[in-house]
C-alpha cells in the first residue's frame, strides 16, 4: 500500500522519508496518476481543512478514489463540531485529569505531532486525542474550571506545518520517521494483505462476547484470506478511515461507544459488524417484542408495560413472571417476580430508569437453545444450560455480577430440529443480515423465541467447538466478500 504525503508545497515538508512520496495538493487532486492508483494511504498536510479549500477536497476525492485519507473527510468534520469534541472530553476524562492536574493555569494549549507531545508526561493523552481525531498535526485547547479544578477539552484543530515551532521541528521529524517505520516493519504475512479489518475490543471487560484466544482465530482467520486485522480500542475512534472493514467484539449499547464506532465506520464507508441499526433494534427489547409479534413469530406471553398499567392485566400473565428493562441483554436486566409484593418492588425499581417494562410469562425449561446466525445463515448452535437450582444460564447477584454459569453443549447445526432453526432465522432476519444469536426455548407447546442479541458470544472453547477454525473463517469469507462488493461498487 503506498504512502503519499500530501502538502500545499513540497517545500513545507523538507524531509525525506524512505518509502513515502511527497505530492503537490495539485497534482493529487488534478494527475489521473493518482487518480487510477488503487490502495493508497493519504497523510493529508495541507495548511487547512476548511470547507472547499484544497486540504478539504484531498480527504474528500481521497475517499472518493478508495484511497485512506488522514485525516478522513469525517474527521475534518468532527473538528468542527462541538458535540464530538464534548463526547471526546468526556471519554479521555481520566486521561485529561491526570495529565493536566499540575498545571496552575486556566488554559493549556497541547501539540500533537503523530500522536506524541514533546513532554513525555503528555504521551498518553496525545497518543488517545491522536487515535480519536486522527490527524497527523493537531493543536488540543484545554481549559479548567475555576471551583472545583477540572479540565476539559474546548477545542482541537490541525496545525499546518509552517506554524510548527523550530524548536519542536527535530521532535517532530524524529516521530514522523519512527511512525511511517512502524507502519512499513509488520510481520510477513502467508497472504498478502488485500485489506484490513478492525476489531474492537475492551481488554479489560469482564463478560466479552469473544475470550482471548477466540480473537487470535479471528486474526488469523482474516489473515489466511488476505485480510490485515487490527484490535483497536475505543480511543481508535478516529483511525477508522485507516480500514476497510469494522468488526466490533465488545458488548454493544446505544448510549455508549460501540455505537458511535458502528455509525462512524458506517459514514467512512466500511463493513460494520454490529452495525448501527442491528445494535438499535436488538438492544431494546420493546422494538423487539412489537417486531416479533407483527411478524407472528411465536414468543411467550408478553405484555409491553407502563406505570399505570392496571396490576390485574400484569398479573393474568401468571406468576411467577418475568421482567426485562428495554436494554436488557445476556441475562442482565432480566428478573423473575415471585409474589405480587415481589412483582411491584420489581416493577417499581424498573421504572426509575424507563418508562416502559417488558413482562413475560415464565417458561421453565432445562436449557435455551442460542442459534448463531450470519448473513442469514445458521453458523453454530448451543444448548445453554441453567445453572443448577436457578432459572437463568447465569446466575447474578444484586449489583448484577455473574456469580456462576451453567453448562454448555454446542453441536452440529444440522442436528438441531428443524422448528428451531427456522424459528431463528425467520426471528433474525426482521432485523438484518448481522451476526445474531437468537435464543429459543422448546417446550410440549412448542419453540419460542426470547430474544434476538446482536454481538453474540463466539468463546474459544464453546461456540467452536464443531466447526474449530472454520467457523472463524466462515465469519472473516463474509468480510471479504463483502468488502469486495462495496469495493466494486465504488470502483465501477
Not at 493508497?40 to 478514489?65: M, P, W
Not at 479521555?92 to 506524541?116: A, C, K, N, T, W
Not at 469482564?206 to 475470550?211: F, L, R, V
Not at 412489537?290 to 406471553?301: D, I
Request: net charge neutral; hydrophobic share 40%.
Amino acid at each position: 500500500m503506498p504512502n503519499l504525503i500530501v502538502v500545499n508545497d513540497p517545500r513545507d515538508w523538507p524531509l525525506a522519508i524512505e518509502g513515502v512520496e511527497i505530492v503537490p495538493a495539485r497534482d493529487y487532486l488534478t494527475d489521473s496518476r493518482f487518480a487510477d492508483l488503487r490502495g493508497a494511504k493519504v497523510f493529508n498536510l495541507c495548511r487547512s481543512y476548511r470547507y472547499q479549500s484544497a486540504g478539504y477536497y484531498v480527504s474528500l476525492l481521497a475517499e472518493a478514489r478508495g484511497h485512506k485519507p488522514v485525516p478522513s473527510i469525517t474527521t475534518v468534520q468532527d473538528l468542527k463540531t462541538p458535540a464530538v469534541i464534548r463526547i471526546a472530553s468526556e471519554d479521555m476524562d481520566e486521561d485529561i485529569q491526570r495529565s493536566l492536574s499540575p498545571i496552575r493555569s486556566r488554559e493549556f494549549v497541547l501539540s500533537i505531532y503523530f500522536g506524541h507531545n514533546v513532554a513525555k508526561r503528555h504521551e498518553r493523552l496525545s497518543r488517545h486525542l491522536f487515535r480519536f481525531f486522527s490527524a497527523p498535526f493537531l493543536r488540543a485547547i484545554f481549559i479548567c474550571n475555576e471551583k472545583d479544578g477540572h479540565w476539559h477539552l474546548q477545542n482541537i484543530n490541525p496545525i499546518a506545518v509552517s506554524e510548527i515551532p523550530e524548536e519542536h521541528r527535530p521532535f517532530v521529524i524524529e516521530v514522523a520517521r519512527e511512525y511511517f517505520a512502524g507502519r512499513r516493519s509488520a510481520a510477513p504475512r502467508r497472504i498478502p494483505a488485500r485489506y484490513d479489518l478492525a476489531i474492537l475490543y475492551d481488554p479489560a471487560e469482564k463478560e466479552a462476547p469473544s475470550n482471548a484466544r477466540a480473537l487470535q482465530r479471528f486474526m488469523k482467520a482474516a489473515e489466511s484470506l488476505g485480510l490485515s486485522s487490527e484490535l483497536v480500542e475505543k480511543e481508535d475512534y478516529g483511525r477508522l478511515a485507516e480500514f476497510d472493514a469494522l468488526f466490533i467484539r465488545e458488548t454493544t449499547s446505544v448510549n455508549h461507544h460501540t455505537y458511535r464506532f458502528a455509525r462512524r465506520a458506517q459514514a467512512e464507508g466500511l463493513v460494520v459488524v454490529d452495525d448501527p441499526e442491528s445494535i438499535l433494534k436488538c438492544t431494546n427489547k420493546v422494538f423487539l417484542a412489537e417486531l416479533l409479534h407483527r411478524h407472528k413469530v411465536p414468543v411467550p406471553r408478553t405484555l409491553i408495560l407502563h406505570r399505570e398499567t392496571p396490576m390485574d392485566v400484569i398479573l393474568s400473565l401468571g406468576l411467577p413472571c418475568i421482567l426485562k428493562r428495554p436494554d436488557s441483554s445476556f441475562s442482565q436486566g432480566v428478573v423473575k417476580a415471585e409474589t405480587e409484593q415481589d412483582l411491584r418492588d420489581r416493577l417499581r425499581a424498573f421504572f426509575e430508569r424507563s418508562d416502559l417494562v417488558i413482562a413475560q410469562e415464565f417458561l421453565p425449561t432445562t436449557f435455551d437453545w442460542r442459534i448463531g446466525i450470519f448473513d442469514r445463515q445458521p453458523l453454530y448452535a448451543c444448548k445453554y444450560f441453567m445453572v443448577r437450582s436457578h432459572w437463568q444460564i447465569v446466575k447474578r447477584n444484586e449489583a448484577g455480577e455473574k456469580i456462576k454459569d451453567g453448562t454448555s453443549e454446542t453441536i452440529p447445526v444440522e442436528h438441531v430440529p428443524k422448528k428451531v432453526i427456522k424459528t431463528a432465522l425467520k426471528a433474525a432476519n426482521l432485523v438484518g443480515d448481522g451476526l445474531y444469536g437468537v435464543d429459543l426455548k422448546e417446550t410440549v407447546k412448542g419453540v419460542t423465541v426470547i430474544e434476538v442479541n446482536d454481538n453474540p458470544n463466539i468463546d474459544a472453547g464453546v461456540e467452536d467447538m464443531v466447526l474449530k477454525d472454520e467457523l472463524y473463517e466462515r465469519i472473516m469469507r463474509v468480510f471479504l466478500r463483502r468488502i469486495e462488493e462495496r469495493k466494486r461498487g465504488r470502483w465501477s
